[in-house]
């Protein structure tokens, strides 16, 4: 394989993310991502860790729902479904299938994640196919020492200079806050009764 081909090779990001449901946070960083990137694929994830999750086809078509909104010209942002995987290492095998290796893959994740990336499955695998970049969380503040276990094990990552709002999918789950829901998706949201205080109790 040509070196240097790699890196005139499509720019890719991939972010999978619960979206339980997508806030006005997620779509600030589609945004962003949308213009750091010439391609941003997204899909909706399930979280092993998270229980009770809204079925991911919900939470797909909601990601549907808010990509036509998003405030971006370059029209790059596509919902993959089919790159959703409890693994990260399949999600990148994947994504490889669909574009390509000469191409350079960049994972997309919260701040709230950096420490749990060594337990991830076959991570060390992982992080010598791509690139991380991180987006720093309200509430998630990284201290140096947080990154040692990535350098320790070779990886390239960066962090977004992105302060993406403060709006938390928990918060709407559990109160219906809902000035941090785009209405593209608001009103599937109440169409379906997606979540318990829709339905009075």
Known sequence: ??????????????FGTSADPPT?????????LSHHYDQVAVWASDNPLKSQQTPLLHRMKMLALLIPSLETRQNNVKLCHE????RSLETVEKAEAMWGEDTEFTFVIGSD????????????QLLKRVR????????????????????QMGAN???????????????FRENGVSDVIDPSVKDYIQQQQLYSWETTT
Do not use: C
């Open 157 to 171: 990552y960066d962090i977004a200079d992105l302060s993406a709002p403060p709006v938390s999918s928990t918060a």
């Open 83 to 86: 790159l959703s995987s409890p």
């Open 113 to 124: 994640l950096v420490t749990q990336i060594p337990r991830w499955y076959a991570s060390e």
């Open 1 to 14: 394989m040509n070196h240097h081909q790699a890196h005139n090779g499509t720019r890719v990001a991939l």
């Open 132 to 151: 991380l970049l991180i987006i720093p969380r309200s509430g998630y503040p990284l201290a140096e020492t947080d990154f040692n276990p990535l350098q």
């Open 24 to 32: 006005q946070g997620h779509k600030t960083i589609l945004e962003w």
